[in-house]
């Protein structure tokens, strides 16, 4: 049994069978991508809903001080891309962290990382699709052009909103007018289903024209987006509103981090989503000129490019409007500009236009990822031989292609974006997680000229040094920090902060602020503790293994953000993995070509 689980796929196999595939009749893909292509597509994946979008939401829950978030994420984003790079020169090959996890963990592993990476691209895409929606209809709301609010909105959103009391204009607009059938209100975000219906018709023509749209997509809102950081980092500064990067917390003290350090964490799943589509560079092996030297390449330097965008842009918000304005704002980019803040309006326009190019560009590259992963799957047998098919004349999955709208359609009309943003992001460092512990058990080779090379660094006492340092550092400089690790309840002080406001009467509304805030107490603390014990127990196999530094700074880096996701993300991403043993089991185990 224990060997039928983990069997791995020989690496040799795996670029074996590549050949083959490319040596066939009509089922290999087209190899056109150039390093600028990778590194565009790279772009159009993290520059998108993150920086359009889930960056509102961010903001207001950490301020200013989420900039220190940002650059942790791209700390382990960047250890994690050296990762996905070692693999991707080794196997260039589709499939992503799914074949990388074949060659390294085993075959029960890779079937999890392939059905986790379908909340990244598939899930992900809903939340950009939502998003886009918001922005489009926001433009056309610009030239007047009225879209009803019961076909921009979806039903779910509406129906949580009004439950909770929303006083949101437009969800109670889509409610109060919807048609009825019964007593069932007709509510669907018409615009994101639709574009969900274009894209995938561009991605199933093929990769040559997905790229040209790409790279145009990539050029113009680089362009919007430096725009606006010029331009609101000179009103910033010319207008002394610097102020607002120390803003007043509840205590009546100027703080970067207003809500502190903890309310920088609780960022993590909208600050994560922004960097998430780096790795479906990785995806793109097959189609690749030169996949061993152009896919790290063009994933560290879009990472690079995107990380520094993001601070920028993270800076520029929080000194234009204070952070607590953007409590429910979906377009913080256009936001700034409005007449009660900055007050441009010729720049809020154009960055309606520039979100709508972006998140466009968000899509392309997502819905590219999965039905690669899907052929990839298919052809190990994992899934039924009809996803490998090639298009005869376009050279694309053209099943999986078909699969991947309906998995990104059919849930639009039924989800909503608060549920896919935690959902993505919780499978996204999962797979994360995978890559970089994997790197750490394949086999070393010599290195090869033209191909990348993660950097050998010993860790052996570097490792354990920075693990027990920190650990050290948190117990002087950190008053009560371990005290507080261990108390899993709220104190009379926490409860007290949290029903600040609230009139006594709505006993209700105490009593679930109270049970969430235990429960998030809970969640964090636990999860926390679980960490520090890995950590521990990685330092000892680095000392003894004398492990290389930059996987193993990697993983430690994206189970620390794991920290961060909430209970019920928990129970949702084991509920989904859950379904997945399921069909492993039952179908996938018994087809595999291993056996």
């Not at 039928?4 to 083959?20: G, P, Q, W």
């Not at 990839?376 to 699969?403: A, E, N, W, Y």
């Not at 549920?419 to 090869?448: H, M, N, W, Y």
Request: glycine share 8%.
């Amino acid at each position: 049994m224990s060997n039928s689980l983990f069997r791995t796929k020989n690496i040799d196999k795996i670029l074996a069978d590549a050949a083959s595939n490319e040596e066939g009749h009509g089922s290999s893909l087209k190899r056109v991508l150039t390093v600028r292509d990778l590194t565009f597509f790279g772009i159009a994946a993290i520059l998108g809903a993150g920086s359009f979008s889930s960056l509102g939401g961010a903001v207001f829950s950490g301020g200013p001080g989420v900039v220190i978030l940002f650059l942790i994420t791209a700390v382990a984003c960047a250890f994690t891309a050296f990762c996905y790079s070692e693999f991707a020169s080794r196997i260039p090959v589709a499939g992503s962290a799914y074949t990388y996890a074949y060659a390294s963990f085993g075959e029960l592993f890779a079937w999890i990382i392939g059905w986790a990476l379908i909340m990244e691209y598939c899930i992900g895409n809903i939340y950009v699709s939502y998003s886009w929606s918001d922005y489009f209809t926001s433009f056309l709301n610009r030239i007047h052009v009225h879209v009803p609010e019961y076909l921009s909105t979806s039903y779910m959103e509406a129906k949580h909103a009004i439950q909770a009391g929303s006083t949101n204009n437009e969800v109670l607009a889509a409610w109060n007018n919807a048609p009825k059938i019964g007593s069932l209100r007709l509510i669907v975000d018409l615009p994101a289903f639709v574009i969900n219906i274009l894209i995938t018709y561009l991605v199933y023509r093929g990769v040559k024209e997905s790229r040209n749209f790409s790279n145009t997509m990539v050029v113009l809102k680089l362009l919007v987006v430096l725009l606006v950081i010029f331009v609101g980092g000179y009103i910033v500064f010319s207008h002394g509103l610097t102020l607002n990067w120390t803003p007043v917390n509840d205590a009546g003290i100027h703080s970067f981090m207003p809500n502190g350090f903890s309310g920088v964490m609780a960022a993590v799943s909208g600050v994560f989503f922004a960097y998430i589509g780096f790795d479906a560079v990785s995806v793109l092996a097959e189609e690749s000129k030169n996949p061993q030297r152009d896919l790290p390449r063009g994933m560290i330097l879009s990472l690079v490019i995107c990380t520094i965008i993001y601070i920028l842009l993270t800076l520029v918000l929080t000194g234009a409007v204070n952070y607590r304005h953007f409590e429910g704002v979906g377009d913080p980019l256009a936001f700034i500009f409005e007449p009660q803040n900055l007050n441009i309006g010729w720049m809020q326009f154009l960055v309606a236009i520039c979100a709508v190019v972006a998140m466009t560009s968000v899509l392309l590259v997502f819905q590219m990822g999965q039905p690669r992963i899907w052929m990839s799957m298919s052809r190990d047998g994992l899934l039924p031989p009809i996803f490998q098919t090639i298009h005869p004349k376009f050279k694309t999955p053209s099943f999986s292609t078909i699969v991947t709208g309906m998995v990104v359609g059919i849930p639009i009309i039924f989800t909503d974006k608060t549920f896919v943003l935690d959902f993505t992001s919780i499978a996204t460092l999962f797979a994360f997680v995978l890559v970089c512990g994997g790197v750490l058990l394949i086999p070393k080779r010599e290195k090869q000229a033209g191909k990348f090379h993660i950097p050998f660094i010993n860790s052996q006492f570097i490792f354990p040094i920075i693990i027990v340092g920190v650990l050290i550092a948190l117990g002087v400089f950190v008053n009560g920090y371990f005290a507080h690790l261990f108390q899993f309840s709220l104190t009379a002080a926490e409860s007290d902060n949290i029903t600040k406001g609230i009139v006594p009467q709505q006993a209700e509304v105490v009593n679930k602020a109270l049970h969430e805030a235990e429960l998030t107490k809970l969640t964090l603390n636990v999860s926390t503790i679980i960490f520090w014990v890995v950590a521990l127990v990685l330092s000892v196999l680095a000392f003894v293994k004398k492990y290389s530094l930059i996987p193993l700074l990697g993983l430690i880096t994206c189970l620390y953000l794991l920290t961060g996701m909430t209970a019920l993300n928990w129970a949702w991403f084991v509920s989904w993995l859950l379904i997945g043993l399921v069909i492993y089991f039952f179908y996938s185990r018994k087809h595999s070509i291993l056996n």
